[in-house]
Antibody, heavy 121, light 106 residues
Framework: QLQMQESGPGLVKPSETLSLNCRLSGASIRDGTYYWAWIRQAPGKGLKWVGSASSSGNTYYNPSLNGRVTISVDTNKNDFSLSLTAVTAADTAVYYCARRYKFENRHFDLWGRGTLVTVSS | DIQMTQSPPSLSASVGDRVTITCRAS??????LNWYQQKPGDAPKLLISGATSLESGVPSRFSGSRSGTDFNLTISSLQPDDFATYYC?????????FGGGTKVET
């Protein structure tokens, strides 16, 4: 079954690093027609793109996150990860992993169910 | 960044109503506008890509249109399953940005 599933700690302390993983099932992450993305949604707020990566190693990040983001793709494990350093309460959000088509309309066509990460001491 | 302004932020409607949600881009994005539906506790679901292309499996009561930098999502006859929040998203220029959402409620 084609699906994506996020995993990782639900609580992170301020100034520490948020680390999440996304496992892809039912398809290969080596598929060169997609980027692998993270999108977040703060409580009661809208959606914000965090960044994307290709299986070949190209990465693209939201400049508003000031260089704190790293996304890595593991083709052997068929998954990809998010690392967000120096977190603050403003990074509290539901984090979604998603698949973004590289061509035509460049849309996000497959999403995980999301995982809530709270930044608090 | 390109700002996407959705209106209204929320609307009240009944089953059978025709519903239209508008999204305005702060600059030209040609046809690179996608629409998503999100229900509480669920991930967003792609409905329409490229302003007008209905995704496979999405009911035909959903449609999208474009006029310049204004985009509409229309539900021709609202069904009980359609009460949700809808987001637009531009994919013309990075970073991809989303509208603030429109909550369709009873």
């Amino acid at each position: 079954q084609l699906q994506m599933q996020e995993s990782g700690p639900g609580l992170v302390k301020p100034s520490e690093t948020l680390s999440l993983n996304c496992r892809l099932s039912g398809a290969s992450i080596r598929d060169g027609t997609y980027y692998w993305a993270w999108i977040r949604q703060a409580p009661g707020k809208g959606l914000k793109w965090v960044g994307s990566a290709s299986s070949s190693g190209n990465t693209y990040y939201n400049p508003s996150l000031n260089g704190r983001v790293t996304i890595s793709v593991d083709t052997n494990k068929n998954d990809f990860s998010l690392s967000l350093t120096a977190v603050t309460a403003a990074d509290t959000a539901v984090y979604y992993c998603a698949r973004r088509y590289k061509f035509e309309n460049r849309h996000f066509d497959l999403w995980g169910r999301g995982t809530l990460v709270t930044v608090s001491s | 960044d390109i700002q996407m302004t959705q209106s209204p932020p929320s609307l009240s409607a009944s089953v059978g109503d025709r519903v239209t949600i508008t999204c305005r881009a702060s600059q030209t994005i040609t046809r690179y506008l996608n629409w998503y539906q999100q229900k509480p506790g669920d991930a967003p679901k792609l409905l329409i890509s490229g302003a007008t292309s209905l995704e496979s499996g999405v009911p035909s009561r959903f449609s999208g249109s474009r006029s310049g930098t204004d985009f509409n999502l229309t539900i021709s006859s609202l069904q009980p399953d359609d009460f949700a929040t809808y987001y637009c998203q531009q994919s013309f220029i990075s970073p991809p940005t989303f509208g603030g959402g429109t909550k369709v409620e009873t």
